[in-house]
């Protein structure tokens, strides 16, 4: 059937260019990630070199191929690299740049999300502690990168046109996720959240577990606004 052909056709051309497409990008994400990787490491080599407080915690620790945890003081930086690739939505401002309207597939992305916990939390194994996404940079097929997420980390990352990954830029990402992680400071939650506890909880403190904890209650992630 001349239908049949056809749409064999059709989908022999997405195998050799969508499918081709995303694949290219997983593979440019992952070599990006790796760079992210190195870049990290002399950042935390070099302030553990000039901490003179032992008790100030800076490490990494190689969970996978897609993930790395960075202990820096009292707080866990989980830098993850998403597997698949992703579309921007239609709605997506960046749709009206002419460096999109040229070629659409610069419109598709790897994603290395940057979340931030308690490093307590991950150390004692207290699986109920929230997180936080801070960041999550973009990368298309090109090395063109953008960041969305807290206004002290995406300040000078919000331009695709312009941004292109290099050494310089990804220090820049990881010392604003550093900094915001520090200053991004533990809550007393209200007394009467706290006021009661069950016999299960009251054996986890016994056993140094302890009450859920986060930095904040109600937290939502927003650009520009905590």
């Not at 097929?141 to 000078?156: A, D, L, Y």
């Not at 986890?204 to 109600?218: D, F, M």
Request: proline share 2%; charged share 25%.
């Amino acid at each position: 059937m001349q239908e049949l052909e056809e749409n064999r056709e059709e989908l022999l051309n997405l195998l050799q260019n969508k499918a081709a497409l995303k694949q290219d990008i997983i593979k440019d994400v992952q070599d990006v990630f790796g760079h992210l990787r190195e870049v990290l490491g002399r950042e935390v080599d070099y302030f553990r070199s000039k901490l003179t407080d032992s008790r100030i915690r800076m490490e990494i620790i190689d969970k996978s191929i897609a993930e790395i945890q960075a202990f820096v003081g009292s707080d866990c930086l989980i830098f993850h690299m998403h597997t698949n690739v992703f579309l921007l939505p239609k709605s997506h401002p960046y749709w009206q740049l002419d460096y999109l309207k040229e070629d659409t597939t610069r419109g598709y992305f790897g994603i290395i999300y940057i979340y931030n916990f308690l490093a307590e939390s991950m150390l004692k194994s207290r699986l109920g502690d929230p997180g936080y996404l801070i960041a999550r940079i973009f990368v298309n097929k090109e090395g063109h990168f953008f960041v969305e997420g807290k206004s002290e980390i995406t300040g000078n990352f919000s331009s695709i046109t312009e941004n292109v990954v290099n050494d310089d830029m990804m220090c820049f990402i990881i010392q604003s996720a550093f900094a915001y992680a520090i200053n991004f400071d533990l809550l007393t939650p209200p007394y009467e959240m706290v006021a009661q506890i069950n016999v299960q909880q009251a054996i986890a403190i016994a056993n140094s577990i302890s009450l859920q904890t986060g930095k904040r209650l109600g937290f939502r992630f927003e650009k520009d606004e905590d």
